[in-house]
C-alpha cells in the first residue's frame, strides 16, 4: 500500500555536464574574461566597468572573476511576464518552461497560396493573432521584418500589431535606443505607466552582443536604458560553432558564457537587480554548405549545455525549439521541430523561442506553428510525470476486474480518463475513417487551423485611448525620420 500522503512527482530531464564539468566551464569562462576579456564600446559603460575595478586598455575591458560571481549573485533567479492585464502569464525560473514564436524573418510562407514571400505588417498582426488563439504557445515575437512600412522605425510598427491582436507577453526587438525609447512609451500607455510597467511587465526585450567576445554600441545603450528602467531583457549570444564561435562545443559554451556573463555584469553595474534571462544561441556552421544549421545535433547539444550552465547559476534561461532547417513546412520541419520541443523541455529551458522558424530562420510558417502548438501540448503532458498516489495506483479497481475482465465499464476509468492528452491536429482515427474524411494530413489540418483562426479569432480589444497613444508614438517617429 502506497503512503496516501506520498504525492511528489519526478520532472522528467536529461543532463550533459557533471557538476566538475559546469564548475570548469566556469572557470574557463572567468580565465577568458580575466586574460582576454571584451570589447566595450562605449566609453561611459567602460568607465563605469573601470571604477567597478575591471582593467581598460582602449575599447578592450578585462573582468575581474569576483564581479562576475558577484553579479550572478546580484541577478534575480525568478523573473516574471505578465500579460497586459498586469496578471502574472509566465514565471522564468527553475525548470518551467514556456514556448514562444521567434522574430525577425524576412519571409513568410503565405498561409492561403502556399508561396514564400517577403513579410508585410499584416503577417506580424497575423502571428500574434494566431499566437493568443493558441493554448500552449505562451508568449510573441514578431516572426516577420515587414517589408511594407518605414524601414527604420518597422520595430515600432511591429510592436504596435503586437499589442492590438494579443493580450500575451511579448519579446520584441528594437532597431536602437531611440526606438527602444519609443517602444517603452508604447508600453507604458498600455500598462498605465512606468511604475505600473515596471511592477508588472509584459514584455521583454532581444539583444545580442556581437562574437566573438563584443559589446556594441547599439547593445550597451540598450542595456543601460533598460536598467534605468528596471525592465526586463534577454541578453544571449548569436554566435555560430566554427565561424565566430570555437569548433569545438565546449569551447564555444566558454565563448559564449563569457558574452553572456559580461553582459549581465553590465546590467547589474547599472542597476543592481535588472532582471535578466540568458543563455541562449550557439548556433552551428554547416562547413560543407557554409550555413547556419538549426536542427544539427551539435546546435542541440551546446543549447542544452548552455541552459545547464544557467540552471547552475540558478538564472532564467533563453532557449529554442520548435525550428528546422526545411523550407516548407513538411516531414522534415515535423520532425526537426518536435525533436526540438521535446529536446528543450528535458534540458529545461525557460523562455523557449524559434517555434515556427523554417529554412534556417530565414522564413516563418504559420503551419510549423500550429503544429508545435500540438507538440506543445504532448510535451507538457509528458513533463508532468506520473502521479504516484493511493488512487493512482488502482489496487482497488484491479481487485474489482480481476483476471480477464475489462477496465472500460470501471467506475475508476470513467473517474480518470478525462486526464488523458488527446490531440486536436494529430490523427488516431482508423483508416476508414481517415479516408471517408477526405485524408487530410498534418500539414492539411495545420493549414485549416491557420486559416480559421484568420478568420474568426479576435484578439481583446485594445483601449482607443491606448491605441491613440501608440500611434501619436509612431507618428513622431515617422517625423524624427524624415
Not at 569576483?66 to 502569464?89: H, K, T, Y
Not at 518552461?97 to 508561396?115: C, E, L
Amino acid at each position: 500500500m502506497i503512503n496516501s500522503k506520498f504525492t511528489a512527482q519526478v520532472t522528467p530531464g536529461i543532463q550533459l555536464l557533471s557538476d566538475d564539468q559546469k564548475g570548469g566551464i566556469h572557470s574557463a569562462t572567468l580565465e577568458v574574461l580575466r586574460r582576454t576579456g571584451v570589447d566595450v564600446l562605449v566609453p561611459g559603460v567602460r568607465d563605469m566597468l573601470q571604477k567597478a575595478g575591471c582593467w581598460v586598455d582602449g575599447g578592450r575591458v578585462r573582468i575581474p572573476p569576483n564581479l562576475i560571481e558577484w553579479a550572478i549573485r546580484a541577478a534575480p533567479s525568478r523573473v516574471v511576464l505578465c500579460n497586459q492585464d498586469g496578471n502574472p502569464a509566465m514565471e522564468l525560473e527553475g525548470r518551467k518552461g514556456y514556448y514562444g514564436t521567434g522574430s525577425d524573418t524576412p519571409f513568410v510562407i503565405d498561409a492561403y497560396t502556399g508561396q514564400r514571400r517577403k513579410a508585410v505588417l499584416e503577417d506580424v498582426a497575423n502571428v500574434a493573432k494566431l499566437v493568443d488563439a493558441l493554448e500552449h504557445i505562451d508568449f510573441l515575437m514578431c516572426m516577420g521584418i515587414a517589408s511594407d512600412v518605414t524601414e527604420s522605425i518597422s520595430d515600432l510598427y511591429h510592436f504596435r500589431e503586437m499589442v492590438h491582436n494579443t493580450s500575451k507577453p511579448i519579446i520584441y526587438t528594437a532597431w536602437d535606443r531611440a526606438n527602444l525609447e519609443a517602444i517603452v512609451e508604447m508600453a507604458e500607455a498600455v500598462a498605465g505607466g512606468p511604475e505600473a510597467l515596471q511592477r508588472s511587465p509584459f514584455m521583454a526585450l532581444y539583444s545580442e552582443p556581437i562574437s566573438p567576445l563584443s559589446h556594441a554600441k547599439e547593445s550597451c545603450e540598450k542595456l543601460l536604458f533598460l536598467a534605468e528602467k528596471g525592465l526586463p531583457v534577454v541578453y544571449t549570444p548569436g554566435m555560430m560553432i566554427g565561424a565566430t564561435a570555437p569548433v569545438t562545443i565546449a569551447g564555444a559554451l566558454v565563448q559564449a558564457n563569457a558574452e553572456a556573463l559580461s553582459g549581465l555584469l553590465i546590467t547589474q553595474l547599472a542597476r543592481e537587480g535588472t532582471p535578466v534571462i540568458g543563455a541562449g544561441g550557439i548556433l552551428f556552421m554547416d562547413m560543407a554548405k557554409g550555413a547556419i544549421s538549426y536542427a544539427a545535433p551539435e546546435f542541440m547539444l551546446a543549447m542544452t549545455a548552455f541552459s545547464e550552465m544557467y540552471h547552475y547559476y540558478k538564472l532564467p534561461i533563453f532557449s529554442f525549439s520548435g525550428c528546422s532547417d526545411a523550407k516548407v513546412f513538411d516531414q522534415q520541419a515535423s520532425a526537426e521541430g518536435a525533436i526540438w520541443m521535446m529536446l528543450t523541455a528535458l534540458g529545461g529551458g525557460n523562455l523557449i523561442h524559434d517555434v515556427g522558424y523554417i529554412e534556417s530562420g530565414l522564413t516563418a510558417s504559420y503551419q510549423q506553428i500550429v503544429a508545435m502548438n500540438e507538440v506543445a501540448a504532448l510535451v507538457k503532458r509528458f513533463m508532468g510525470g506520473i502521479e504516484i498516489n493511493d488512487e493512482n495506483i488502482a489496487l482497488e479497481a484491479i481487485d474489482r476486474v480481476g483476471p480477464g475482465g475489462n477496465f472500460v465499464g470501471d467506475e475508476h476509468t470513467f473517474q480518470h480518463f478525462r486526464r488523458n492528452w488527446v490531440p486536436e491536429l494529430f490523427d488516431r482515427s482508423s483508416r476508414e475513417e481517415w479516408e471517408v474524411n477526405g485524408e487530410l494530413t498534418l500539414g492539411d489540418n495545420a493549414a485549416k487551423k491557420v486559416r480559421q483562426v484568420f478568420e474568426n479569432h479576435q484578439a481583446k480589444p485594445v483601449d482607443e485611448s491606448v491605441s491613440e497613444a501608440l500611434e501619436a508614438v509612431i507618428q513622431k517617429a515617422e517625423e524624427r525620420n524624415k
